[in-house]
């Protein structure tokens, strides 16, 4: 074969594969476009997340003050947004957009109809010892959905994440089902970018300004799928108490401690508690 076949040959298969890339980002949006209708649009979510965080002072959200990801799935795990609030990708931890995504699938896969577990919900039990440890290793993310495509559309509307299933089980604050105006799962959401105490605040203040927060049941007593507060801060060394409920979570600072206590009240989920 000489050289000018070779050529000819390599932008072939170069036309083809970009045949073949549009192809894939059609079918991504289209599913994104069939699967994520009864879902809060990427605009909604980045307003709605902006609305709530970074707040002008820790004092309202607790935590470090960050910039924030959000990412919403569908009841199937597909991605259907990903948003930001800085002003740009990296004003925000990095890898804290996969970790958002993820939250979001683990508040979906592991929330029912009629009863919703927060990903804050998850964490004592899935610590050594406890009933479901081992759960944060099942349904790893996929790492070809998580890091593909154009790094410059993280966090935009045609994130590569949108259309497609990303997996991965996450065991700490951030992540809350959603429940739509006649209480019907049709998702999940995460946040991720400060704290998990602050992360789980301010996905329920998005949550509720979505209004996709009429849970109808969870963990009675504690505002059904709110984080409950009664592991203290971890000691020297990480060593992590007991949670006296089974479905506890690690205090962060004071000030989160206290807002998240007070959102069933100046947040409430749905119909009356």
């Excluded at 029912?112 to 964490?123: C, D, E, I, R, V």
């Excluded at 290793?137 to 935009?156: I, K, L, R, W």
């Excluded at 809350?176 to 301010?202: E, K, M, P, R, W």
């Excluded at 089974?246 to 206290?258: E, I, L, S």
Aim: hydrophobic residues 40%; glycine residues 12%.
């Amino acid at each position: 074969m000489n050289a000018r076949q070779l050529l000819t040959m390599a932008a072939a298969i170069v036309f083809t594969a970009g045949f073949a890339m549009a192809d894939d980002d059609n079918n991504d949006n289209g599913r994104r476009n069939s699967a994520c209708q009864d879902l809060p649009s990427y605009s909604a979510v980045k307003t709605a997340l902006k609305s709530v965080a970074p707040a002008a002072s820790s004092a309202v959200n607790g935590g470090l003050n960050n910039n924030m990801w959000a990412a919403i799935v569908n009841r199937d795990g597909v991605v259907c947004a990903v948003a930001f609030t800085g002003s740009n990708r990296g004003a925000q931890w990095p890898g804290s957009r996969v970790i958002a995504a993820q939250k979001a699938n683990t508040a979906n896969a592991f929330s029912l109809p009629g009863f919703a577990l927060s990903t804050a919900n998850l964490y004592a039990a899935t610590q050594p010892g406890g009933t479901l440890y081992g759960l944060q290793h099942s349904n790893p993310v996929d790492t070809s959905v998580a890091y593909g495509g154009n790094e410059t559309n993280f966090g935009q509307s045609n994130d590569p994440m949108v259309g497609k299933n990303i997996g991965g089980v996450n065991v700490f604050g951030g992540g809350l089902a959603l429940y739509n105006s006649a209480g019907t799962l049709v998702g999940g959401l995460g946040v991720s970018g400060d704290t998990s105490c602050t992360d789980h605040i301010v996905a329920w203040k998005t949550r509720h300004a979505l209004n996709f927060d009429n849970v109808p049941s969870g963990l009675s007593g504690v505002g059904k799928d709110n984080i409950i507060n009664d592991i203290p801060a971890p000691l020297a060394g990480h060593t992590t108490a007991p949670s006296p409920s089974g479905f506890g979570h690690p205090m962060c600072d004071a000030t989160a401690t206290t807002v998240s206590t007070q959102l069933p009240t100046q947040f409430p989920t749905g119909p009356a508690q």
